[in-house]
């Protein structure tokens, strides 16, 4: 297999795998979108389309790969409407700008993340602890508190 084909059935395969964590994740269409034929369940075929249609979507010289400025530009829509989603949700003050205070009063508390992420106690985050936590946020989980 030609490196640019394999390179384009992996970007395919990532872009249908990870299409509806992706919506989930962008607040993207609701039950009854995903649902194309009404039935009441999304089925693996339903999903599978809608990967496509992304990948078509993404793929704007129709030639049937994605090249990395086909990607860029996918990745750079997706963070411009959730930049706008975030702008939308937290500007209390809606004058088109995030202050800090608008953006404390939203955060989580960095104390509990710190507190989590501290895992043996010690008023520190050590190394291992840092990379326990990055692995576990990688496997799409949360870290869990030992109370001992």
Avoid: C, H, Y
Avoid at 16 to 36: I, K, Q
């Amino acid at each position: 297999m030609q490196r640019s084909t394999f390179i384009a059935a992996i970007a395919a395969a990532a872009v249908g795998l990870t299409t509806l964590s992706a919506m989930a994740r962008d607040r993207g269409p609701d039950f009854s979108a995903l649902d194309a034929d009404g039935s009441g369940e999304v089925t693996l075929q339903e999903m599978q389309a809608i990967g496509q249609a992304r990948f078509a979507a993404a793929d704007t010289d129709g030639d049937g790969f994605l090249s990395v400025s086909e990607l860029e530009a996918s990745a750079n829509e997706r963070a411009k409407s959730r930049a706008e989603r975030i702008l939308s949700r937290m500007d209390a003050n809606e004058d088109g700008k995030l202050s800090p205070e608008e953006m404390q009063n939203n955060r989580r508390d960095p104390a509990r993340m710190f507190e989590r992420l501290d895992a043996d106690n010690s008023g520190g985050i050590s190394q291992e602890e840092f990379e326990q936590a990055r692995a576990e946020m990688r496997k799409g989980g949360r870290k869990p508190r030992d109370n001992n």
